[in-house]
C-alpha cells in the first residue's frame, strides 16, 4: 500500500490466511488512534511550554466479533501525573483520529465511480471532559 511516498506492507498472522509481513489492519488503526494521540499530546504541552521528554501512547483493542468493542488508550511519561492528566485531556479534544473515531464518519464504499455502499454518519458526541 502506498500513502504519498511511503510504502506500507499490509498482511495478517498465517493463523488467519496470511503471511505475516506487515501489520494487520486494525494494529495499523490502533496505531494510527496511538501516533495521533501522541501527536496531540506533545502539541498541548508545547502551547504550555511543557517539555515530555519520555512521552509514550499506546492503544489497544478488545474484540467483538469483527469489531473492536473498546479501545483504551494509556498516557505515560515521568512528567508529574496530576499534569499529564491535564495535557492529556486537552490533547482529547485535537486528536483527528479520536474525533473521527468518536464521530463515526460517513462511509462510501466505491468501485471505480460506482457507489456500492454508503454508510451514514453517527451522531458527533462531545468529547467528554472527565475529573478524577
Do not use: W
Not at 74 to 101: F, G, K, M, W
Not at 107 to 127: F, K, M, N, T, W
Request: glycine share 6%.
Amino acid at each position: 500500500m502506498r500513502i504519498r511516498q511511503f510504502e506500507l506492507g499490509v498482511d495478517e498472522p498465517p493463523t488467519s490466511g496470511g503471511t505475516d509481513t506487515g501489520m494487520q489492519p486494525t494494529e495499523l488503526l490502533l496505531a494510527s488512534l496511538a501516533s495521533c494521540f501522541t501527536l496531540a499530546v506533545s502539541h498541548v504541552a508545547r502551547k504550555a511550554a511543557t517539555t515530555l521528554n519520555d512521552l509514550s501512547v499506546t492503544a489497544a483493542g478488545e474484540y467483538e466479533g469483527p469489531r473492536f468493542r473498546r479501545i483504551v488508550v494509556r498516557v505515560n511519561s515521568s512528567h508529574p501525573v496530576q499534569d499529564l492528566i491535564e495535557l492529556a485531556r486537552r490533547a482529547v479534544h485535537v486528536c483527528y483520529v479520536s474525533n473521527t473515531l468518536r464521530g463515526g464518519p460517513e462511509i462510501e464504499y466505491l468501485v471505480g465511480d460506482v457507489s456500492i455502499h454508503r454508510q451514514p454518519p453517527s451522531p458527533v458526541e462531545a468529547a467528554p471532559i472527565q475529573t478524577p
